[in-house]
């Protein structure tokens, strides 16, 4: 079973702190994703990467960047953190770039609260 | 630009009763589609996928859905509800490259 492992489940920080969201996949996946996740608006996806050091901007990137040294981890990356980024986030990946018939398998989130 | 509506943020059924969650697609061609399901505190999981062949799609916890491309719907359903079953869930849509779109939501309430 493929298994995504966001780093924590719960994180609390202060408006203006640089944030690091971790997940790693453990099924040598190329493709993974960060979302986000907010009531009445759905999954919103933010980054996005084919490859290892390859990104590419979702639909909603600002104040998001990302980050990908090795195949199997994946990390967000909040520059300097607002109240607005307050949300579930997501990290998902997918096999095999072009076959657009493989689902995306999903960690069980990270809540973050901006203070 | 494919997109997919789901009708219904929140729906409302019976112990017992039939679940129908309703989406439709739009798409420029031949869709995959998806239903995740996301219990609370949890990621998404994969309920079913249709990508060719049979238009009756059956996937997990005895729910499946069907592809009709003349409706461009793909609504689910579960003939008995359970307790369980409480849950919210996304109809998705994939195009090339792999980005998968994803519906609004529908949140599934099961009245005892």
């Known amino acids: 079973d493929v298994k995504v492992t966001q780093s924590s489940r719960y994180l609390v920080k202060r408006t203006g702190e640089k944030v690091f969201l971790e997940c790693v996949q453990d099924?040598?996946?190329?493709?993974m994703f960060w979302y986000r996740q907010d009531p009445g608006l759905g999954l919103r996806l933010i980054y996005f990467s084919y490859d290892v050091k390859m990104k590419e901007k979702g639909d909603i990137p600002e104040g998001y960047s990302v980050s990908r040294e090795k195949k199997e981890r994946f990390s967000l990356i909040l520059e300097s953190a607002s109240t607005n980024q307050t949300s579930m986030y997501l990290c998902?990946?997918?096999?095999?770039?072009?076959?657009?018939?493989?689902?995306?398998?999903f960690g069980d989130g990270t809540r973050l609260s901006i203070l | 630009a494919q997109s997919v509506t789901q009708l219904g943020s929140h729906v409302s059924v019976s112990e017992g009763a039939l679940v129908l969650l309703r989406c439709n697609y739009s798409s420029s061609v031949p869709p995959y589609l998806f239903w995740y399901v996301q219990y609370p505190n949890q990621g998404l999981q994969l309920l079913l996928k249709y990508t060719t062949g049979a238009t009756l799609v059956k996937g997990i916890n005895g729910f499946e859905a069907e592809f009709k491309k003349s409706e461009t719907s793909f609504h689910l359903t579960k003939p008995s509800a359970h307790m369980s079953d409480a849950a919210e869930y996304f109809c998705a849509v994939s195009k090339i490259g792999d980005k998968i779109i994803f519906g609004k939501g529908t949140r599934l309430h099961i009245l005892p």
């Open positions: 998902a990946s997918s096999s095999t770039p072009g076959t657009p018939n493989q689902p995306q398998h």
């Open positions: 099924m040598d996946h190329e493709n």
